[in-house]
């Protein structure tokens, strides 16, 4: 998989964008209402990236954006994590978690010192993945906090050098 970082506008991020939530809906009932700000994704706040297949096609997705203690569940230099996605085609060979460590590499360059997730109980793959990579439950923030079948993850980023250095990361 080729991992490209592409922005939340582009058209092969919408696409996805709009599996994920119909993906939602069958899980959950209804779409992420979580407000988002396309900008958010924008460098060096954030980042949006897409995965391609051999052949070309958009089959993963995964997108970070950054988080300030301003919300109860957050602290200063965390890095939400959202749109985790992979078309159903493509499932079971290893592209989420390829997407995740990417996205963790890049918050932690940005000078990110925590990556942090909301997920929830009937997404028994994404639980287990996070689990796998190291993801610890946490206090539970987001629009969907009250909810039970809401799952709130976090875990530590090391330190990058460039970030404690006091130099830019280069992204992408």
């Known amino acids: 998989m080729d991992i490209r970082v592409v922005g939340y506008s582009h058209p092969d991020a919408q696409r996805l964008i709009a599996a994920v939530q119909q993906e939602y809906v069958v899980r959950y009932g209804g779409i992420d209402t979580t407000p988002v700000d396309p ?4 460098s060096p706040y954030g980042l949006f990236a897409v995965g391609y297949d051999q052949d070309g096609s958009p089959v993963a997705t ?17 890095a939400e994590l959202k749109r985790m996605y992979t078309v159903p085609s493509a499932r079971g060979r290893g592209l989420a978690r390829r997407m995740l460590r990417f996205l963790e590499q890049q918050a932690q360059c940005a000078g990110r010192r925590r990556m942090v997730l909301e997920t929830g109980t009937e997404q028994p793959e994404a639980l287990a993945l996070y689990a796998a990579e190291g993801y610890l439950p946490t206090q539970k923030f987001g ?16 330190v990058a050098a460039a970030a404690e250095a006091g130099r830019p990361a280069r992204m992408g």
Do not use: I, M
Request: charged share 30%; hydrophobic share 35%; glycine share 10%.
């Open 39 to 42: 900008a958010e994704f924008d």
């Open 62 to 78: 995964g997108a970070w954006r950054a988080r300030e203690g301003t919300e109860a569940g957050l602290a200063d230099g965390d």
């Open 143 to 158: 629009v969907y906090r009250e909810y039970e079948q809401s799952v709130c993850l976090a875990k530590p980023l090391p």
